[in-house]
């Protein structure tokens, strides 16, 4: 079964560091999307994209966020200049437009970590 | 703006016993209400979904029941197994298209044998 994959799987950086965080959705979907999850906590909407443009973003998607599908396969999230609070597993998703137009499919996460 | 209660935060229960988890709503305009599952360090698992034009689905031991006029649904799990422990989301959306999820904080879900 196709499932959506992330990279890296844990990403450590330094306070002010620009980081891009990668996903392939899976090959016949169409929108994607951004989650994170501070540990512990629940997993919080950032930001959703769909015909190459974002559909909808968060109050926590702000100027140092980004994302981009730079070819036909990779998502990807950017953070401009990270902050101790940036951390956190950070989910992509993605959904078909047929079949299961409603279910959206999580990826592993990448960790990030935030010094 | 949205938001999804979810209770409770912990659940103990005994092997063969079962659960219930409980989300209330405040959008309206929710119609998709799907329950993911996730064991420690790992994604989030779609195990059940409802729209809002169905009362209740059931799959094997998992049951959902959606209560649109009181805006609430439940996940219910019966004759668990050491192997249902984990953390449960419920979640709601407008559905199709690009709509987000808003997710409820979670139910830490022990099984005890």
């Known amino acids: 079964e196709p499932e959506v994959t992330q990279t890296p799987s844990h990403q450590v950086t330094q306070m002010g560091q620009e980081v891009i965080l990668r996903c392939v959705p899976i090959s016949n979907h169409l929108y994607f999307y951004w989650y994170r999850q501070i540990l512990g906590q629940k997993v919080e909407f950032l930001v959703s994209f769909y015909n190459n443009e974002i559909s909808e973003k968060s109050e926590i998607f702000d100027d140092q966020f980004s994302v981009e599908r730079p070819d036909g396969s990779n998502f990807t999230l950017k953070i401009r200049s990270t902050k101790l609070e940036d951390s956190a597993m950070y989910f992509c998703a993605s959904k078909s437009t047929s079949g299961r137009i409603d279910t959206q499919y999580f990826g592993p996460g990448t960790r990030l970590t935030v010094l | 703006g949205e938001n999804v209660e979810q209770h409770p935060s912990t659940l103990s229960v005994q092997e063969g016993d079962s659960a219930v988890i409980k989300c209330t709503y405040s959008?309206?305009?929710?119609?998709?209400f799907p329950w993911y599952k996730q064991e420690l360090g790992k994604r989030p698992q779609l195990i059940i979904d409802i729209r809002s034009n169905v009362g209740e689905k059931k799959d094997q031991r998992i049951a959902v029941t959606l209560n649109k006029t009181a805006k609430h649904f439940s996940l219910h799990i019966t004759e668990t197994q050491p192997e249902d422990s984990a953390v449960y989301f419920c979640?709601?959306?407008?559905?199709?298209?690009?709509?987000?999820?808003?997710f409820g904080a979670g139910t830490i879900l022990r099984v005890k044998s």
């Open positions: 959008d309206s305009a929710s119609n998709y």
């Open positions: 979640a709601a959306s407008r559905g199709a298209y690009g709509n987000k999820l808003v």
